[in-house]
């Protein structure tokens, strides 16, 4: 049995915060305990009440001044895309054209996807990220990396081989039969072992033909508990060659829609420019948009309408869509989605900041029963934050008086200097990192 209590501020999430006054949202401890059991949270309350009389049981930690959260959670990110951040492209066909396709077509060597897991994961870690929703790249040999990495940190993880058989180097596309097929044995490989959850990953409507649509919509049949995971209508260009390639169904979101691909577990990258049609439709299937802020401004795709989507009852997830994404970091992520509701004219709470990174993603996830939130039964995967990580963010601190402006700071100034620390199932990773 391994035992441990981890000490210092506690902040964790109940609901999602209705506006800045909303202090029932949220459970903070000054002087905070979280006791870890075999990589489970036993117990979460003051140090004095409930921890000290575990203390001989297990190693005590002492992050104070430091604030110990739930680890962080990126619904949305490409792994074999590390090597094109910061690729200098328009927009987004010419980005994936030029540079993107080009670059997933390395992730066929094993070798190569093995290197590169590694350092995924290395990059999540330091960044304060515990579970990641992943396209892994055609190659089933790169979900084999992807998920072998994950199950050496034993990382709860969501991921999957993107299925495209058109519109893209010949490199890079499956068939309709082989897509199907690849999943399925991916599935059968992957879901359920350790932490791993396989995600059915139709790339988008424009990478796949009719047929390939037709063989997701019968794997989503076959496997109704697994997670969706695709793009929608980022950009205008994106949108226009969609609706081409499939005329006759009304409109993009409309797409995945007839080949039932929309529910409480599907995914959708951007959804920025939806019509009112697709918003309810979203709204109605209980499909996620996944809002994507750094990738959305870096690519120039548009400005999410937050307040929107949010008033007609979708459900929004936040994330860095790295490498069209600029940042592994949800801090960055955050401060980046504040911007682009700022210049909408829509406000973004700080507690509602953090409630995305953490229960709100987890929710939009559908694992809120496993992890978002510090209390007993959940797992271990905790982050560790510094507010004064760096002199500037140090000195602004001498100035904040409240917990709303401390996490405001993290968001506007944090990156992954602010993470002080990274636990999966209770285990310390980011320091255990080669430096
Ligand atoms: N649409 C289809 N594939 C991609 C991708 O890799 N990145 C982004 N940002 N959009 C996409
Ligand atoms: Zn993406």
Redesign the pocket.
């Known amino acids: 049995m391994s035992m441990k209590i981890l000490r210092g501020r506690v902040l964790t999430f109940l609901e999602e915060p209705q506006g800045r006054e909303d202090h029932a949202s949220y459970r903070y401890i000054d002087d905070g305990a979280v006791v870890i059991r075999d990589g489970k949270i036993v117990m979460v309350g003051e140090w004095n009440e409930r921890a000290v009389s575990h203390q001989e049981a297990g190693e005590i930690i002492d992050h104070r001044p430091h604030l110990i959260m739930a680890g962080f959670i990126d619904p949305h990110i ?1 792994f074999p ?1 590390m090597q094109v951040i910061g690729a200098y492209a328009g927009a ?1 066909l010419e ?2 054209n030029t540079y ?1 396709f080009v670059e997933e077509q390395r992730f066929g060597d094993k070798a190569h996807a093995t290197r590169i897991a590694s350092r995924f994961f290395d990059e999540l870690i330091r960044h304060g990220t515990t579970t990641a929703a992943a ?1 892994c790249s055609v190659h089933p040999q790169s979900v084999d990396a992807f998920f072998s990495e994950a199950e050496k940190r034993k990382m709860l993880m969501v991921g999957g081989k ?1 299925m495209m058989d058109r519109n893209a180097p010949p490199g890079l596309c499956d068939t309709p039969q082989s897509g199907y097929d690849d999943t399925k044995a991916g599935i059968a490989k992957w879901h359920g072992k350790g932490r791993a959850h396989y995600a059915i990953t139709p ?2 409507a ?2 796949s033909t009719h047929e390939q649509m037709a063989m997701a919509e019968a794997l989503a049949r076959e496997f109704p508990d697994l997670h969706i995971q695709t ?1 929608v209508s ?1 950009n205008l260009a ?1 949108i226009a060659f969609a609706n081409e390639l499939f005329p006759n169904y009304g409109d993009y979101v409309g797409i995945y829609e007839k080949y039932h691909l929309l529910g409480p577990r599907t995914l959708l ?2 959804a920025i420019h939806l019509s009112h049609r697709e918003t309810e439709v979203l709204a109605d299937t209980r499909s996620v948009a996944v809002f ?1 802020p750094t ?1 959305n401004l870096f ?1 120039g ?1 548009g400005l999410f309408d937050y307040e929107r989507q949010h008033k007609h009852g979708v459900r929004i997830a936040t994330a860095t ?1 790295v ?3 600029s940042s592994y970091s949800m801090l960055r992520t955050m401060d980046e989605g504040y911007k682009v509701m700022q210049l909408r004219g829509q406000r973004l709470t700080p507690f509602r900041s953090f409630y995305h990174l953490t229960l709100g993603n987890a929710r939009a996830m559908s694992l809120d029963d496993r992890i978002g939130t510090l209390e007993a039964g959940k797992e271990a995967d905790i982050v560790i934050l510094n507010s004064g990580a760096t002199p500037q963010m140090k000195l602004r601190m001498e100035t904040v008086d409240s917990l709303e402006q401390e996490l405001f700071l993290l968001q506007t100034c944090g990156d992954d200097r602010a993470i002080v620390e990274t636990y999966v199932m209770g285990e310390p990773m980011k320091s255990a990192l080669a430096a």
Request: with cysteine.
């Open positions: 490409h895309q987004l980005w994936l993107t396209y993107v790339r988008f424009i990478t793009h980022e994106e990258g951007h994507c990738s690519i795709s869509d490498g069209g994404g």
